[in-house]
Nanobody
Framework: QVQLRLSGPGLVKPSQTLSLTCTVSGGNITTHLYYRTWIRQPPGKGLEWMGAITSGGSAYYSPSQRSRIRISRDASKDQFFLQLSSVTPEDTAVYYC?????????????WGQGTQVTVSS
């Protein structure tokens, strides 16, 4: 079965870049076509779709994060990456990588377990 493993630091200092890696394993023909997706959930708030990258390598970003976000991939390793620059404490959240059928939280098909990332000096 397909699994998503997320790695990266749990603590980032303000103004730095938050960088996370998601590794997909156990995929198949169907999951190969899913969007590689980043989602986060700040404390006390709902899930926020951040962006995704398609099987063709096209990246799409939430308008609210577009100026700071970059999503990339290494298809040979089935890894995809999140870089969020100039972070502030408001970026503190549980971050998820996921596979989706479209560009939204409602389109998620496979979830990773998520990881807490805290932005603090």
């Amino acid at each position: 079965q397909v699994q998503l493993r997320l790695s990266g630091p749990g603590l980032v200092k303000p103004s730095q870049t938050l960088s996370l890696t998601c590794t997909v394993s156990g995929g198949n023909i169907t999951t190969h076509l899913y969007y590689r997706t980043w989602i986060r959930q700040p404390p006390g708030k709902g899930l926020e779709w951040m962006g995704a990258i398609t099987s063709g390598g096209s990246a799409y970003y939430s308008p609210s994060q577009r100026s700071r976000i970059r999503i990339s991939r290494d298809a040979s390793k089935d890894q995809f990456f999140l870089q969020l620059s100039s972070v502030t404490p408001e970026d503190t959240a549980v971050y998820y990588c996921a596979l989706g059928s479209g560009l939204g939280v409602q389109d998620v098909v496979v979830w990773g377990q998520g990881t807490q990332v805290t932005v603090s000096s």
